[in-house]
């Protein structure tokens, strides 16, 4: 297991986790908050608080970049929460959780 701090965010209570297959995890103080697997699938436990929510930015903006080279954002993540569903960000497919 790797363990990496946020580069738009070093000093942040924050820190993603990749396995060995891959996978990443990120946490926010102590809470899992986002899930993204070596194969796309993007799941999102909860927004939380205004400083996890900046936590989430940073991530987004770090791990996930779409086929066309745009950068992933805040919002993708809370949808996804929101709408109870987990996304694939190379083939765009989306699932309900």
Known sequence: MTIKKLELMPYAQAHVEIDADGNKYLFSYRTMVIELTADGWLTCTGTYSRTTIRHIGAFMREYVEWPNGERG?????????????????????????
């Open 73 to 97: 954002d805040y919002y993708t993540a809370k949808n996804a929460y929101l709408g109870n569903y987990r996304l694939n960000i190379e083939t765009g497919e989306v699932e309900d959780l």
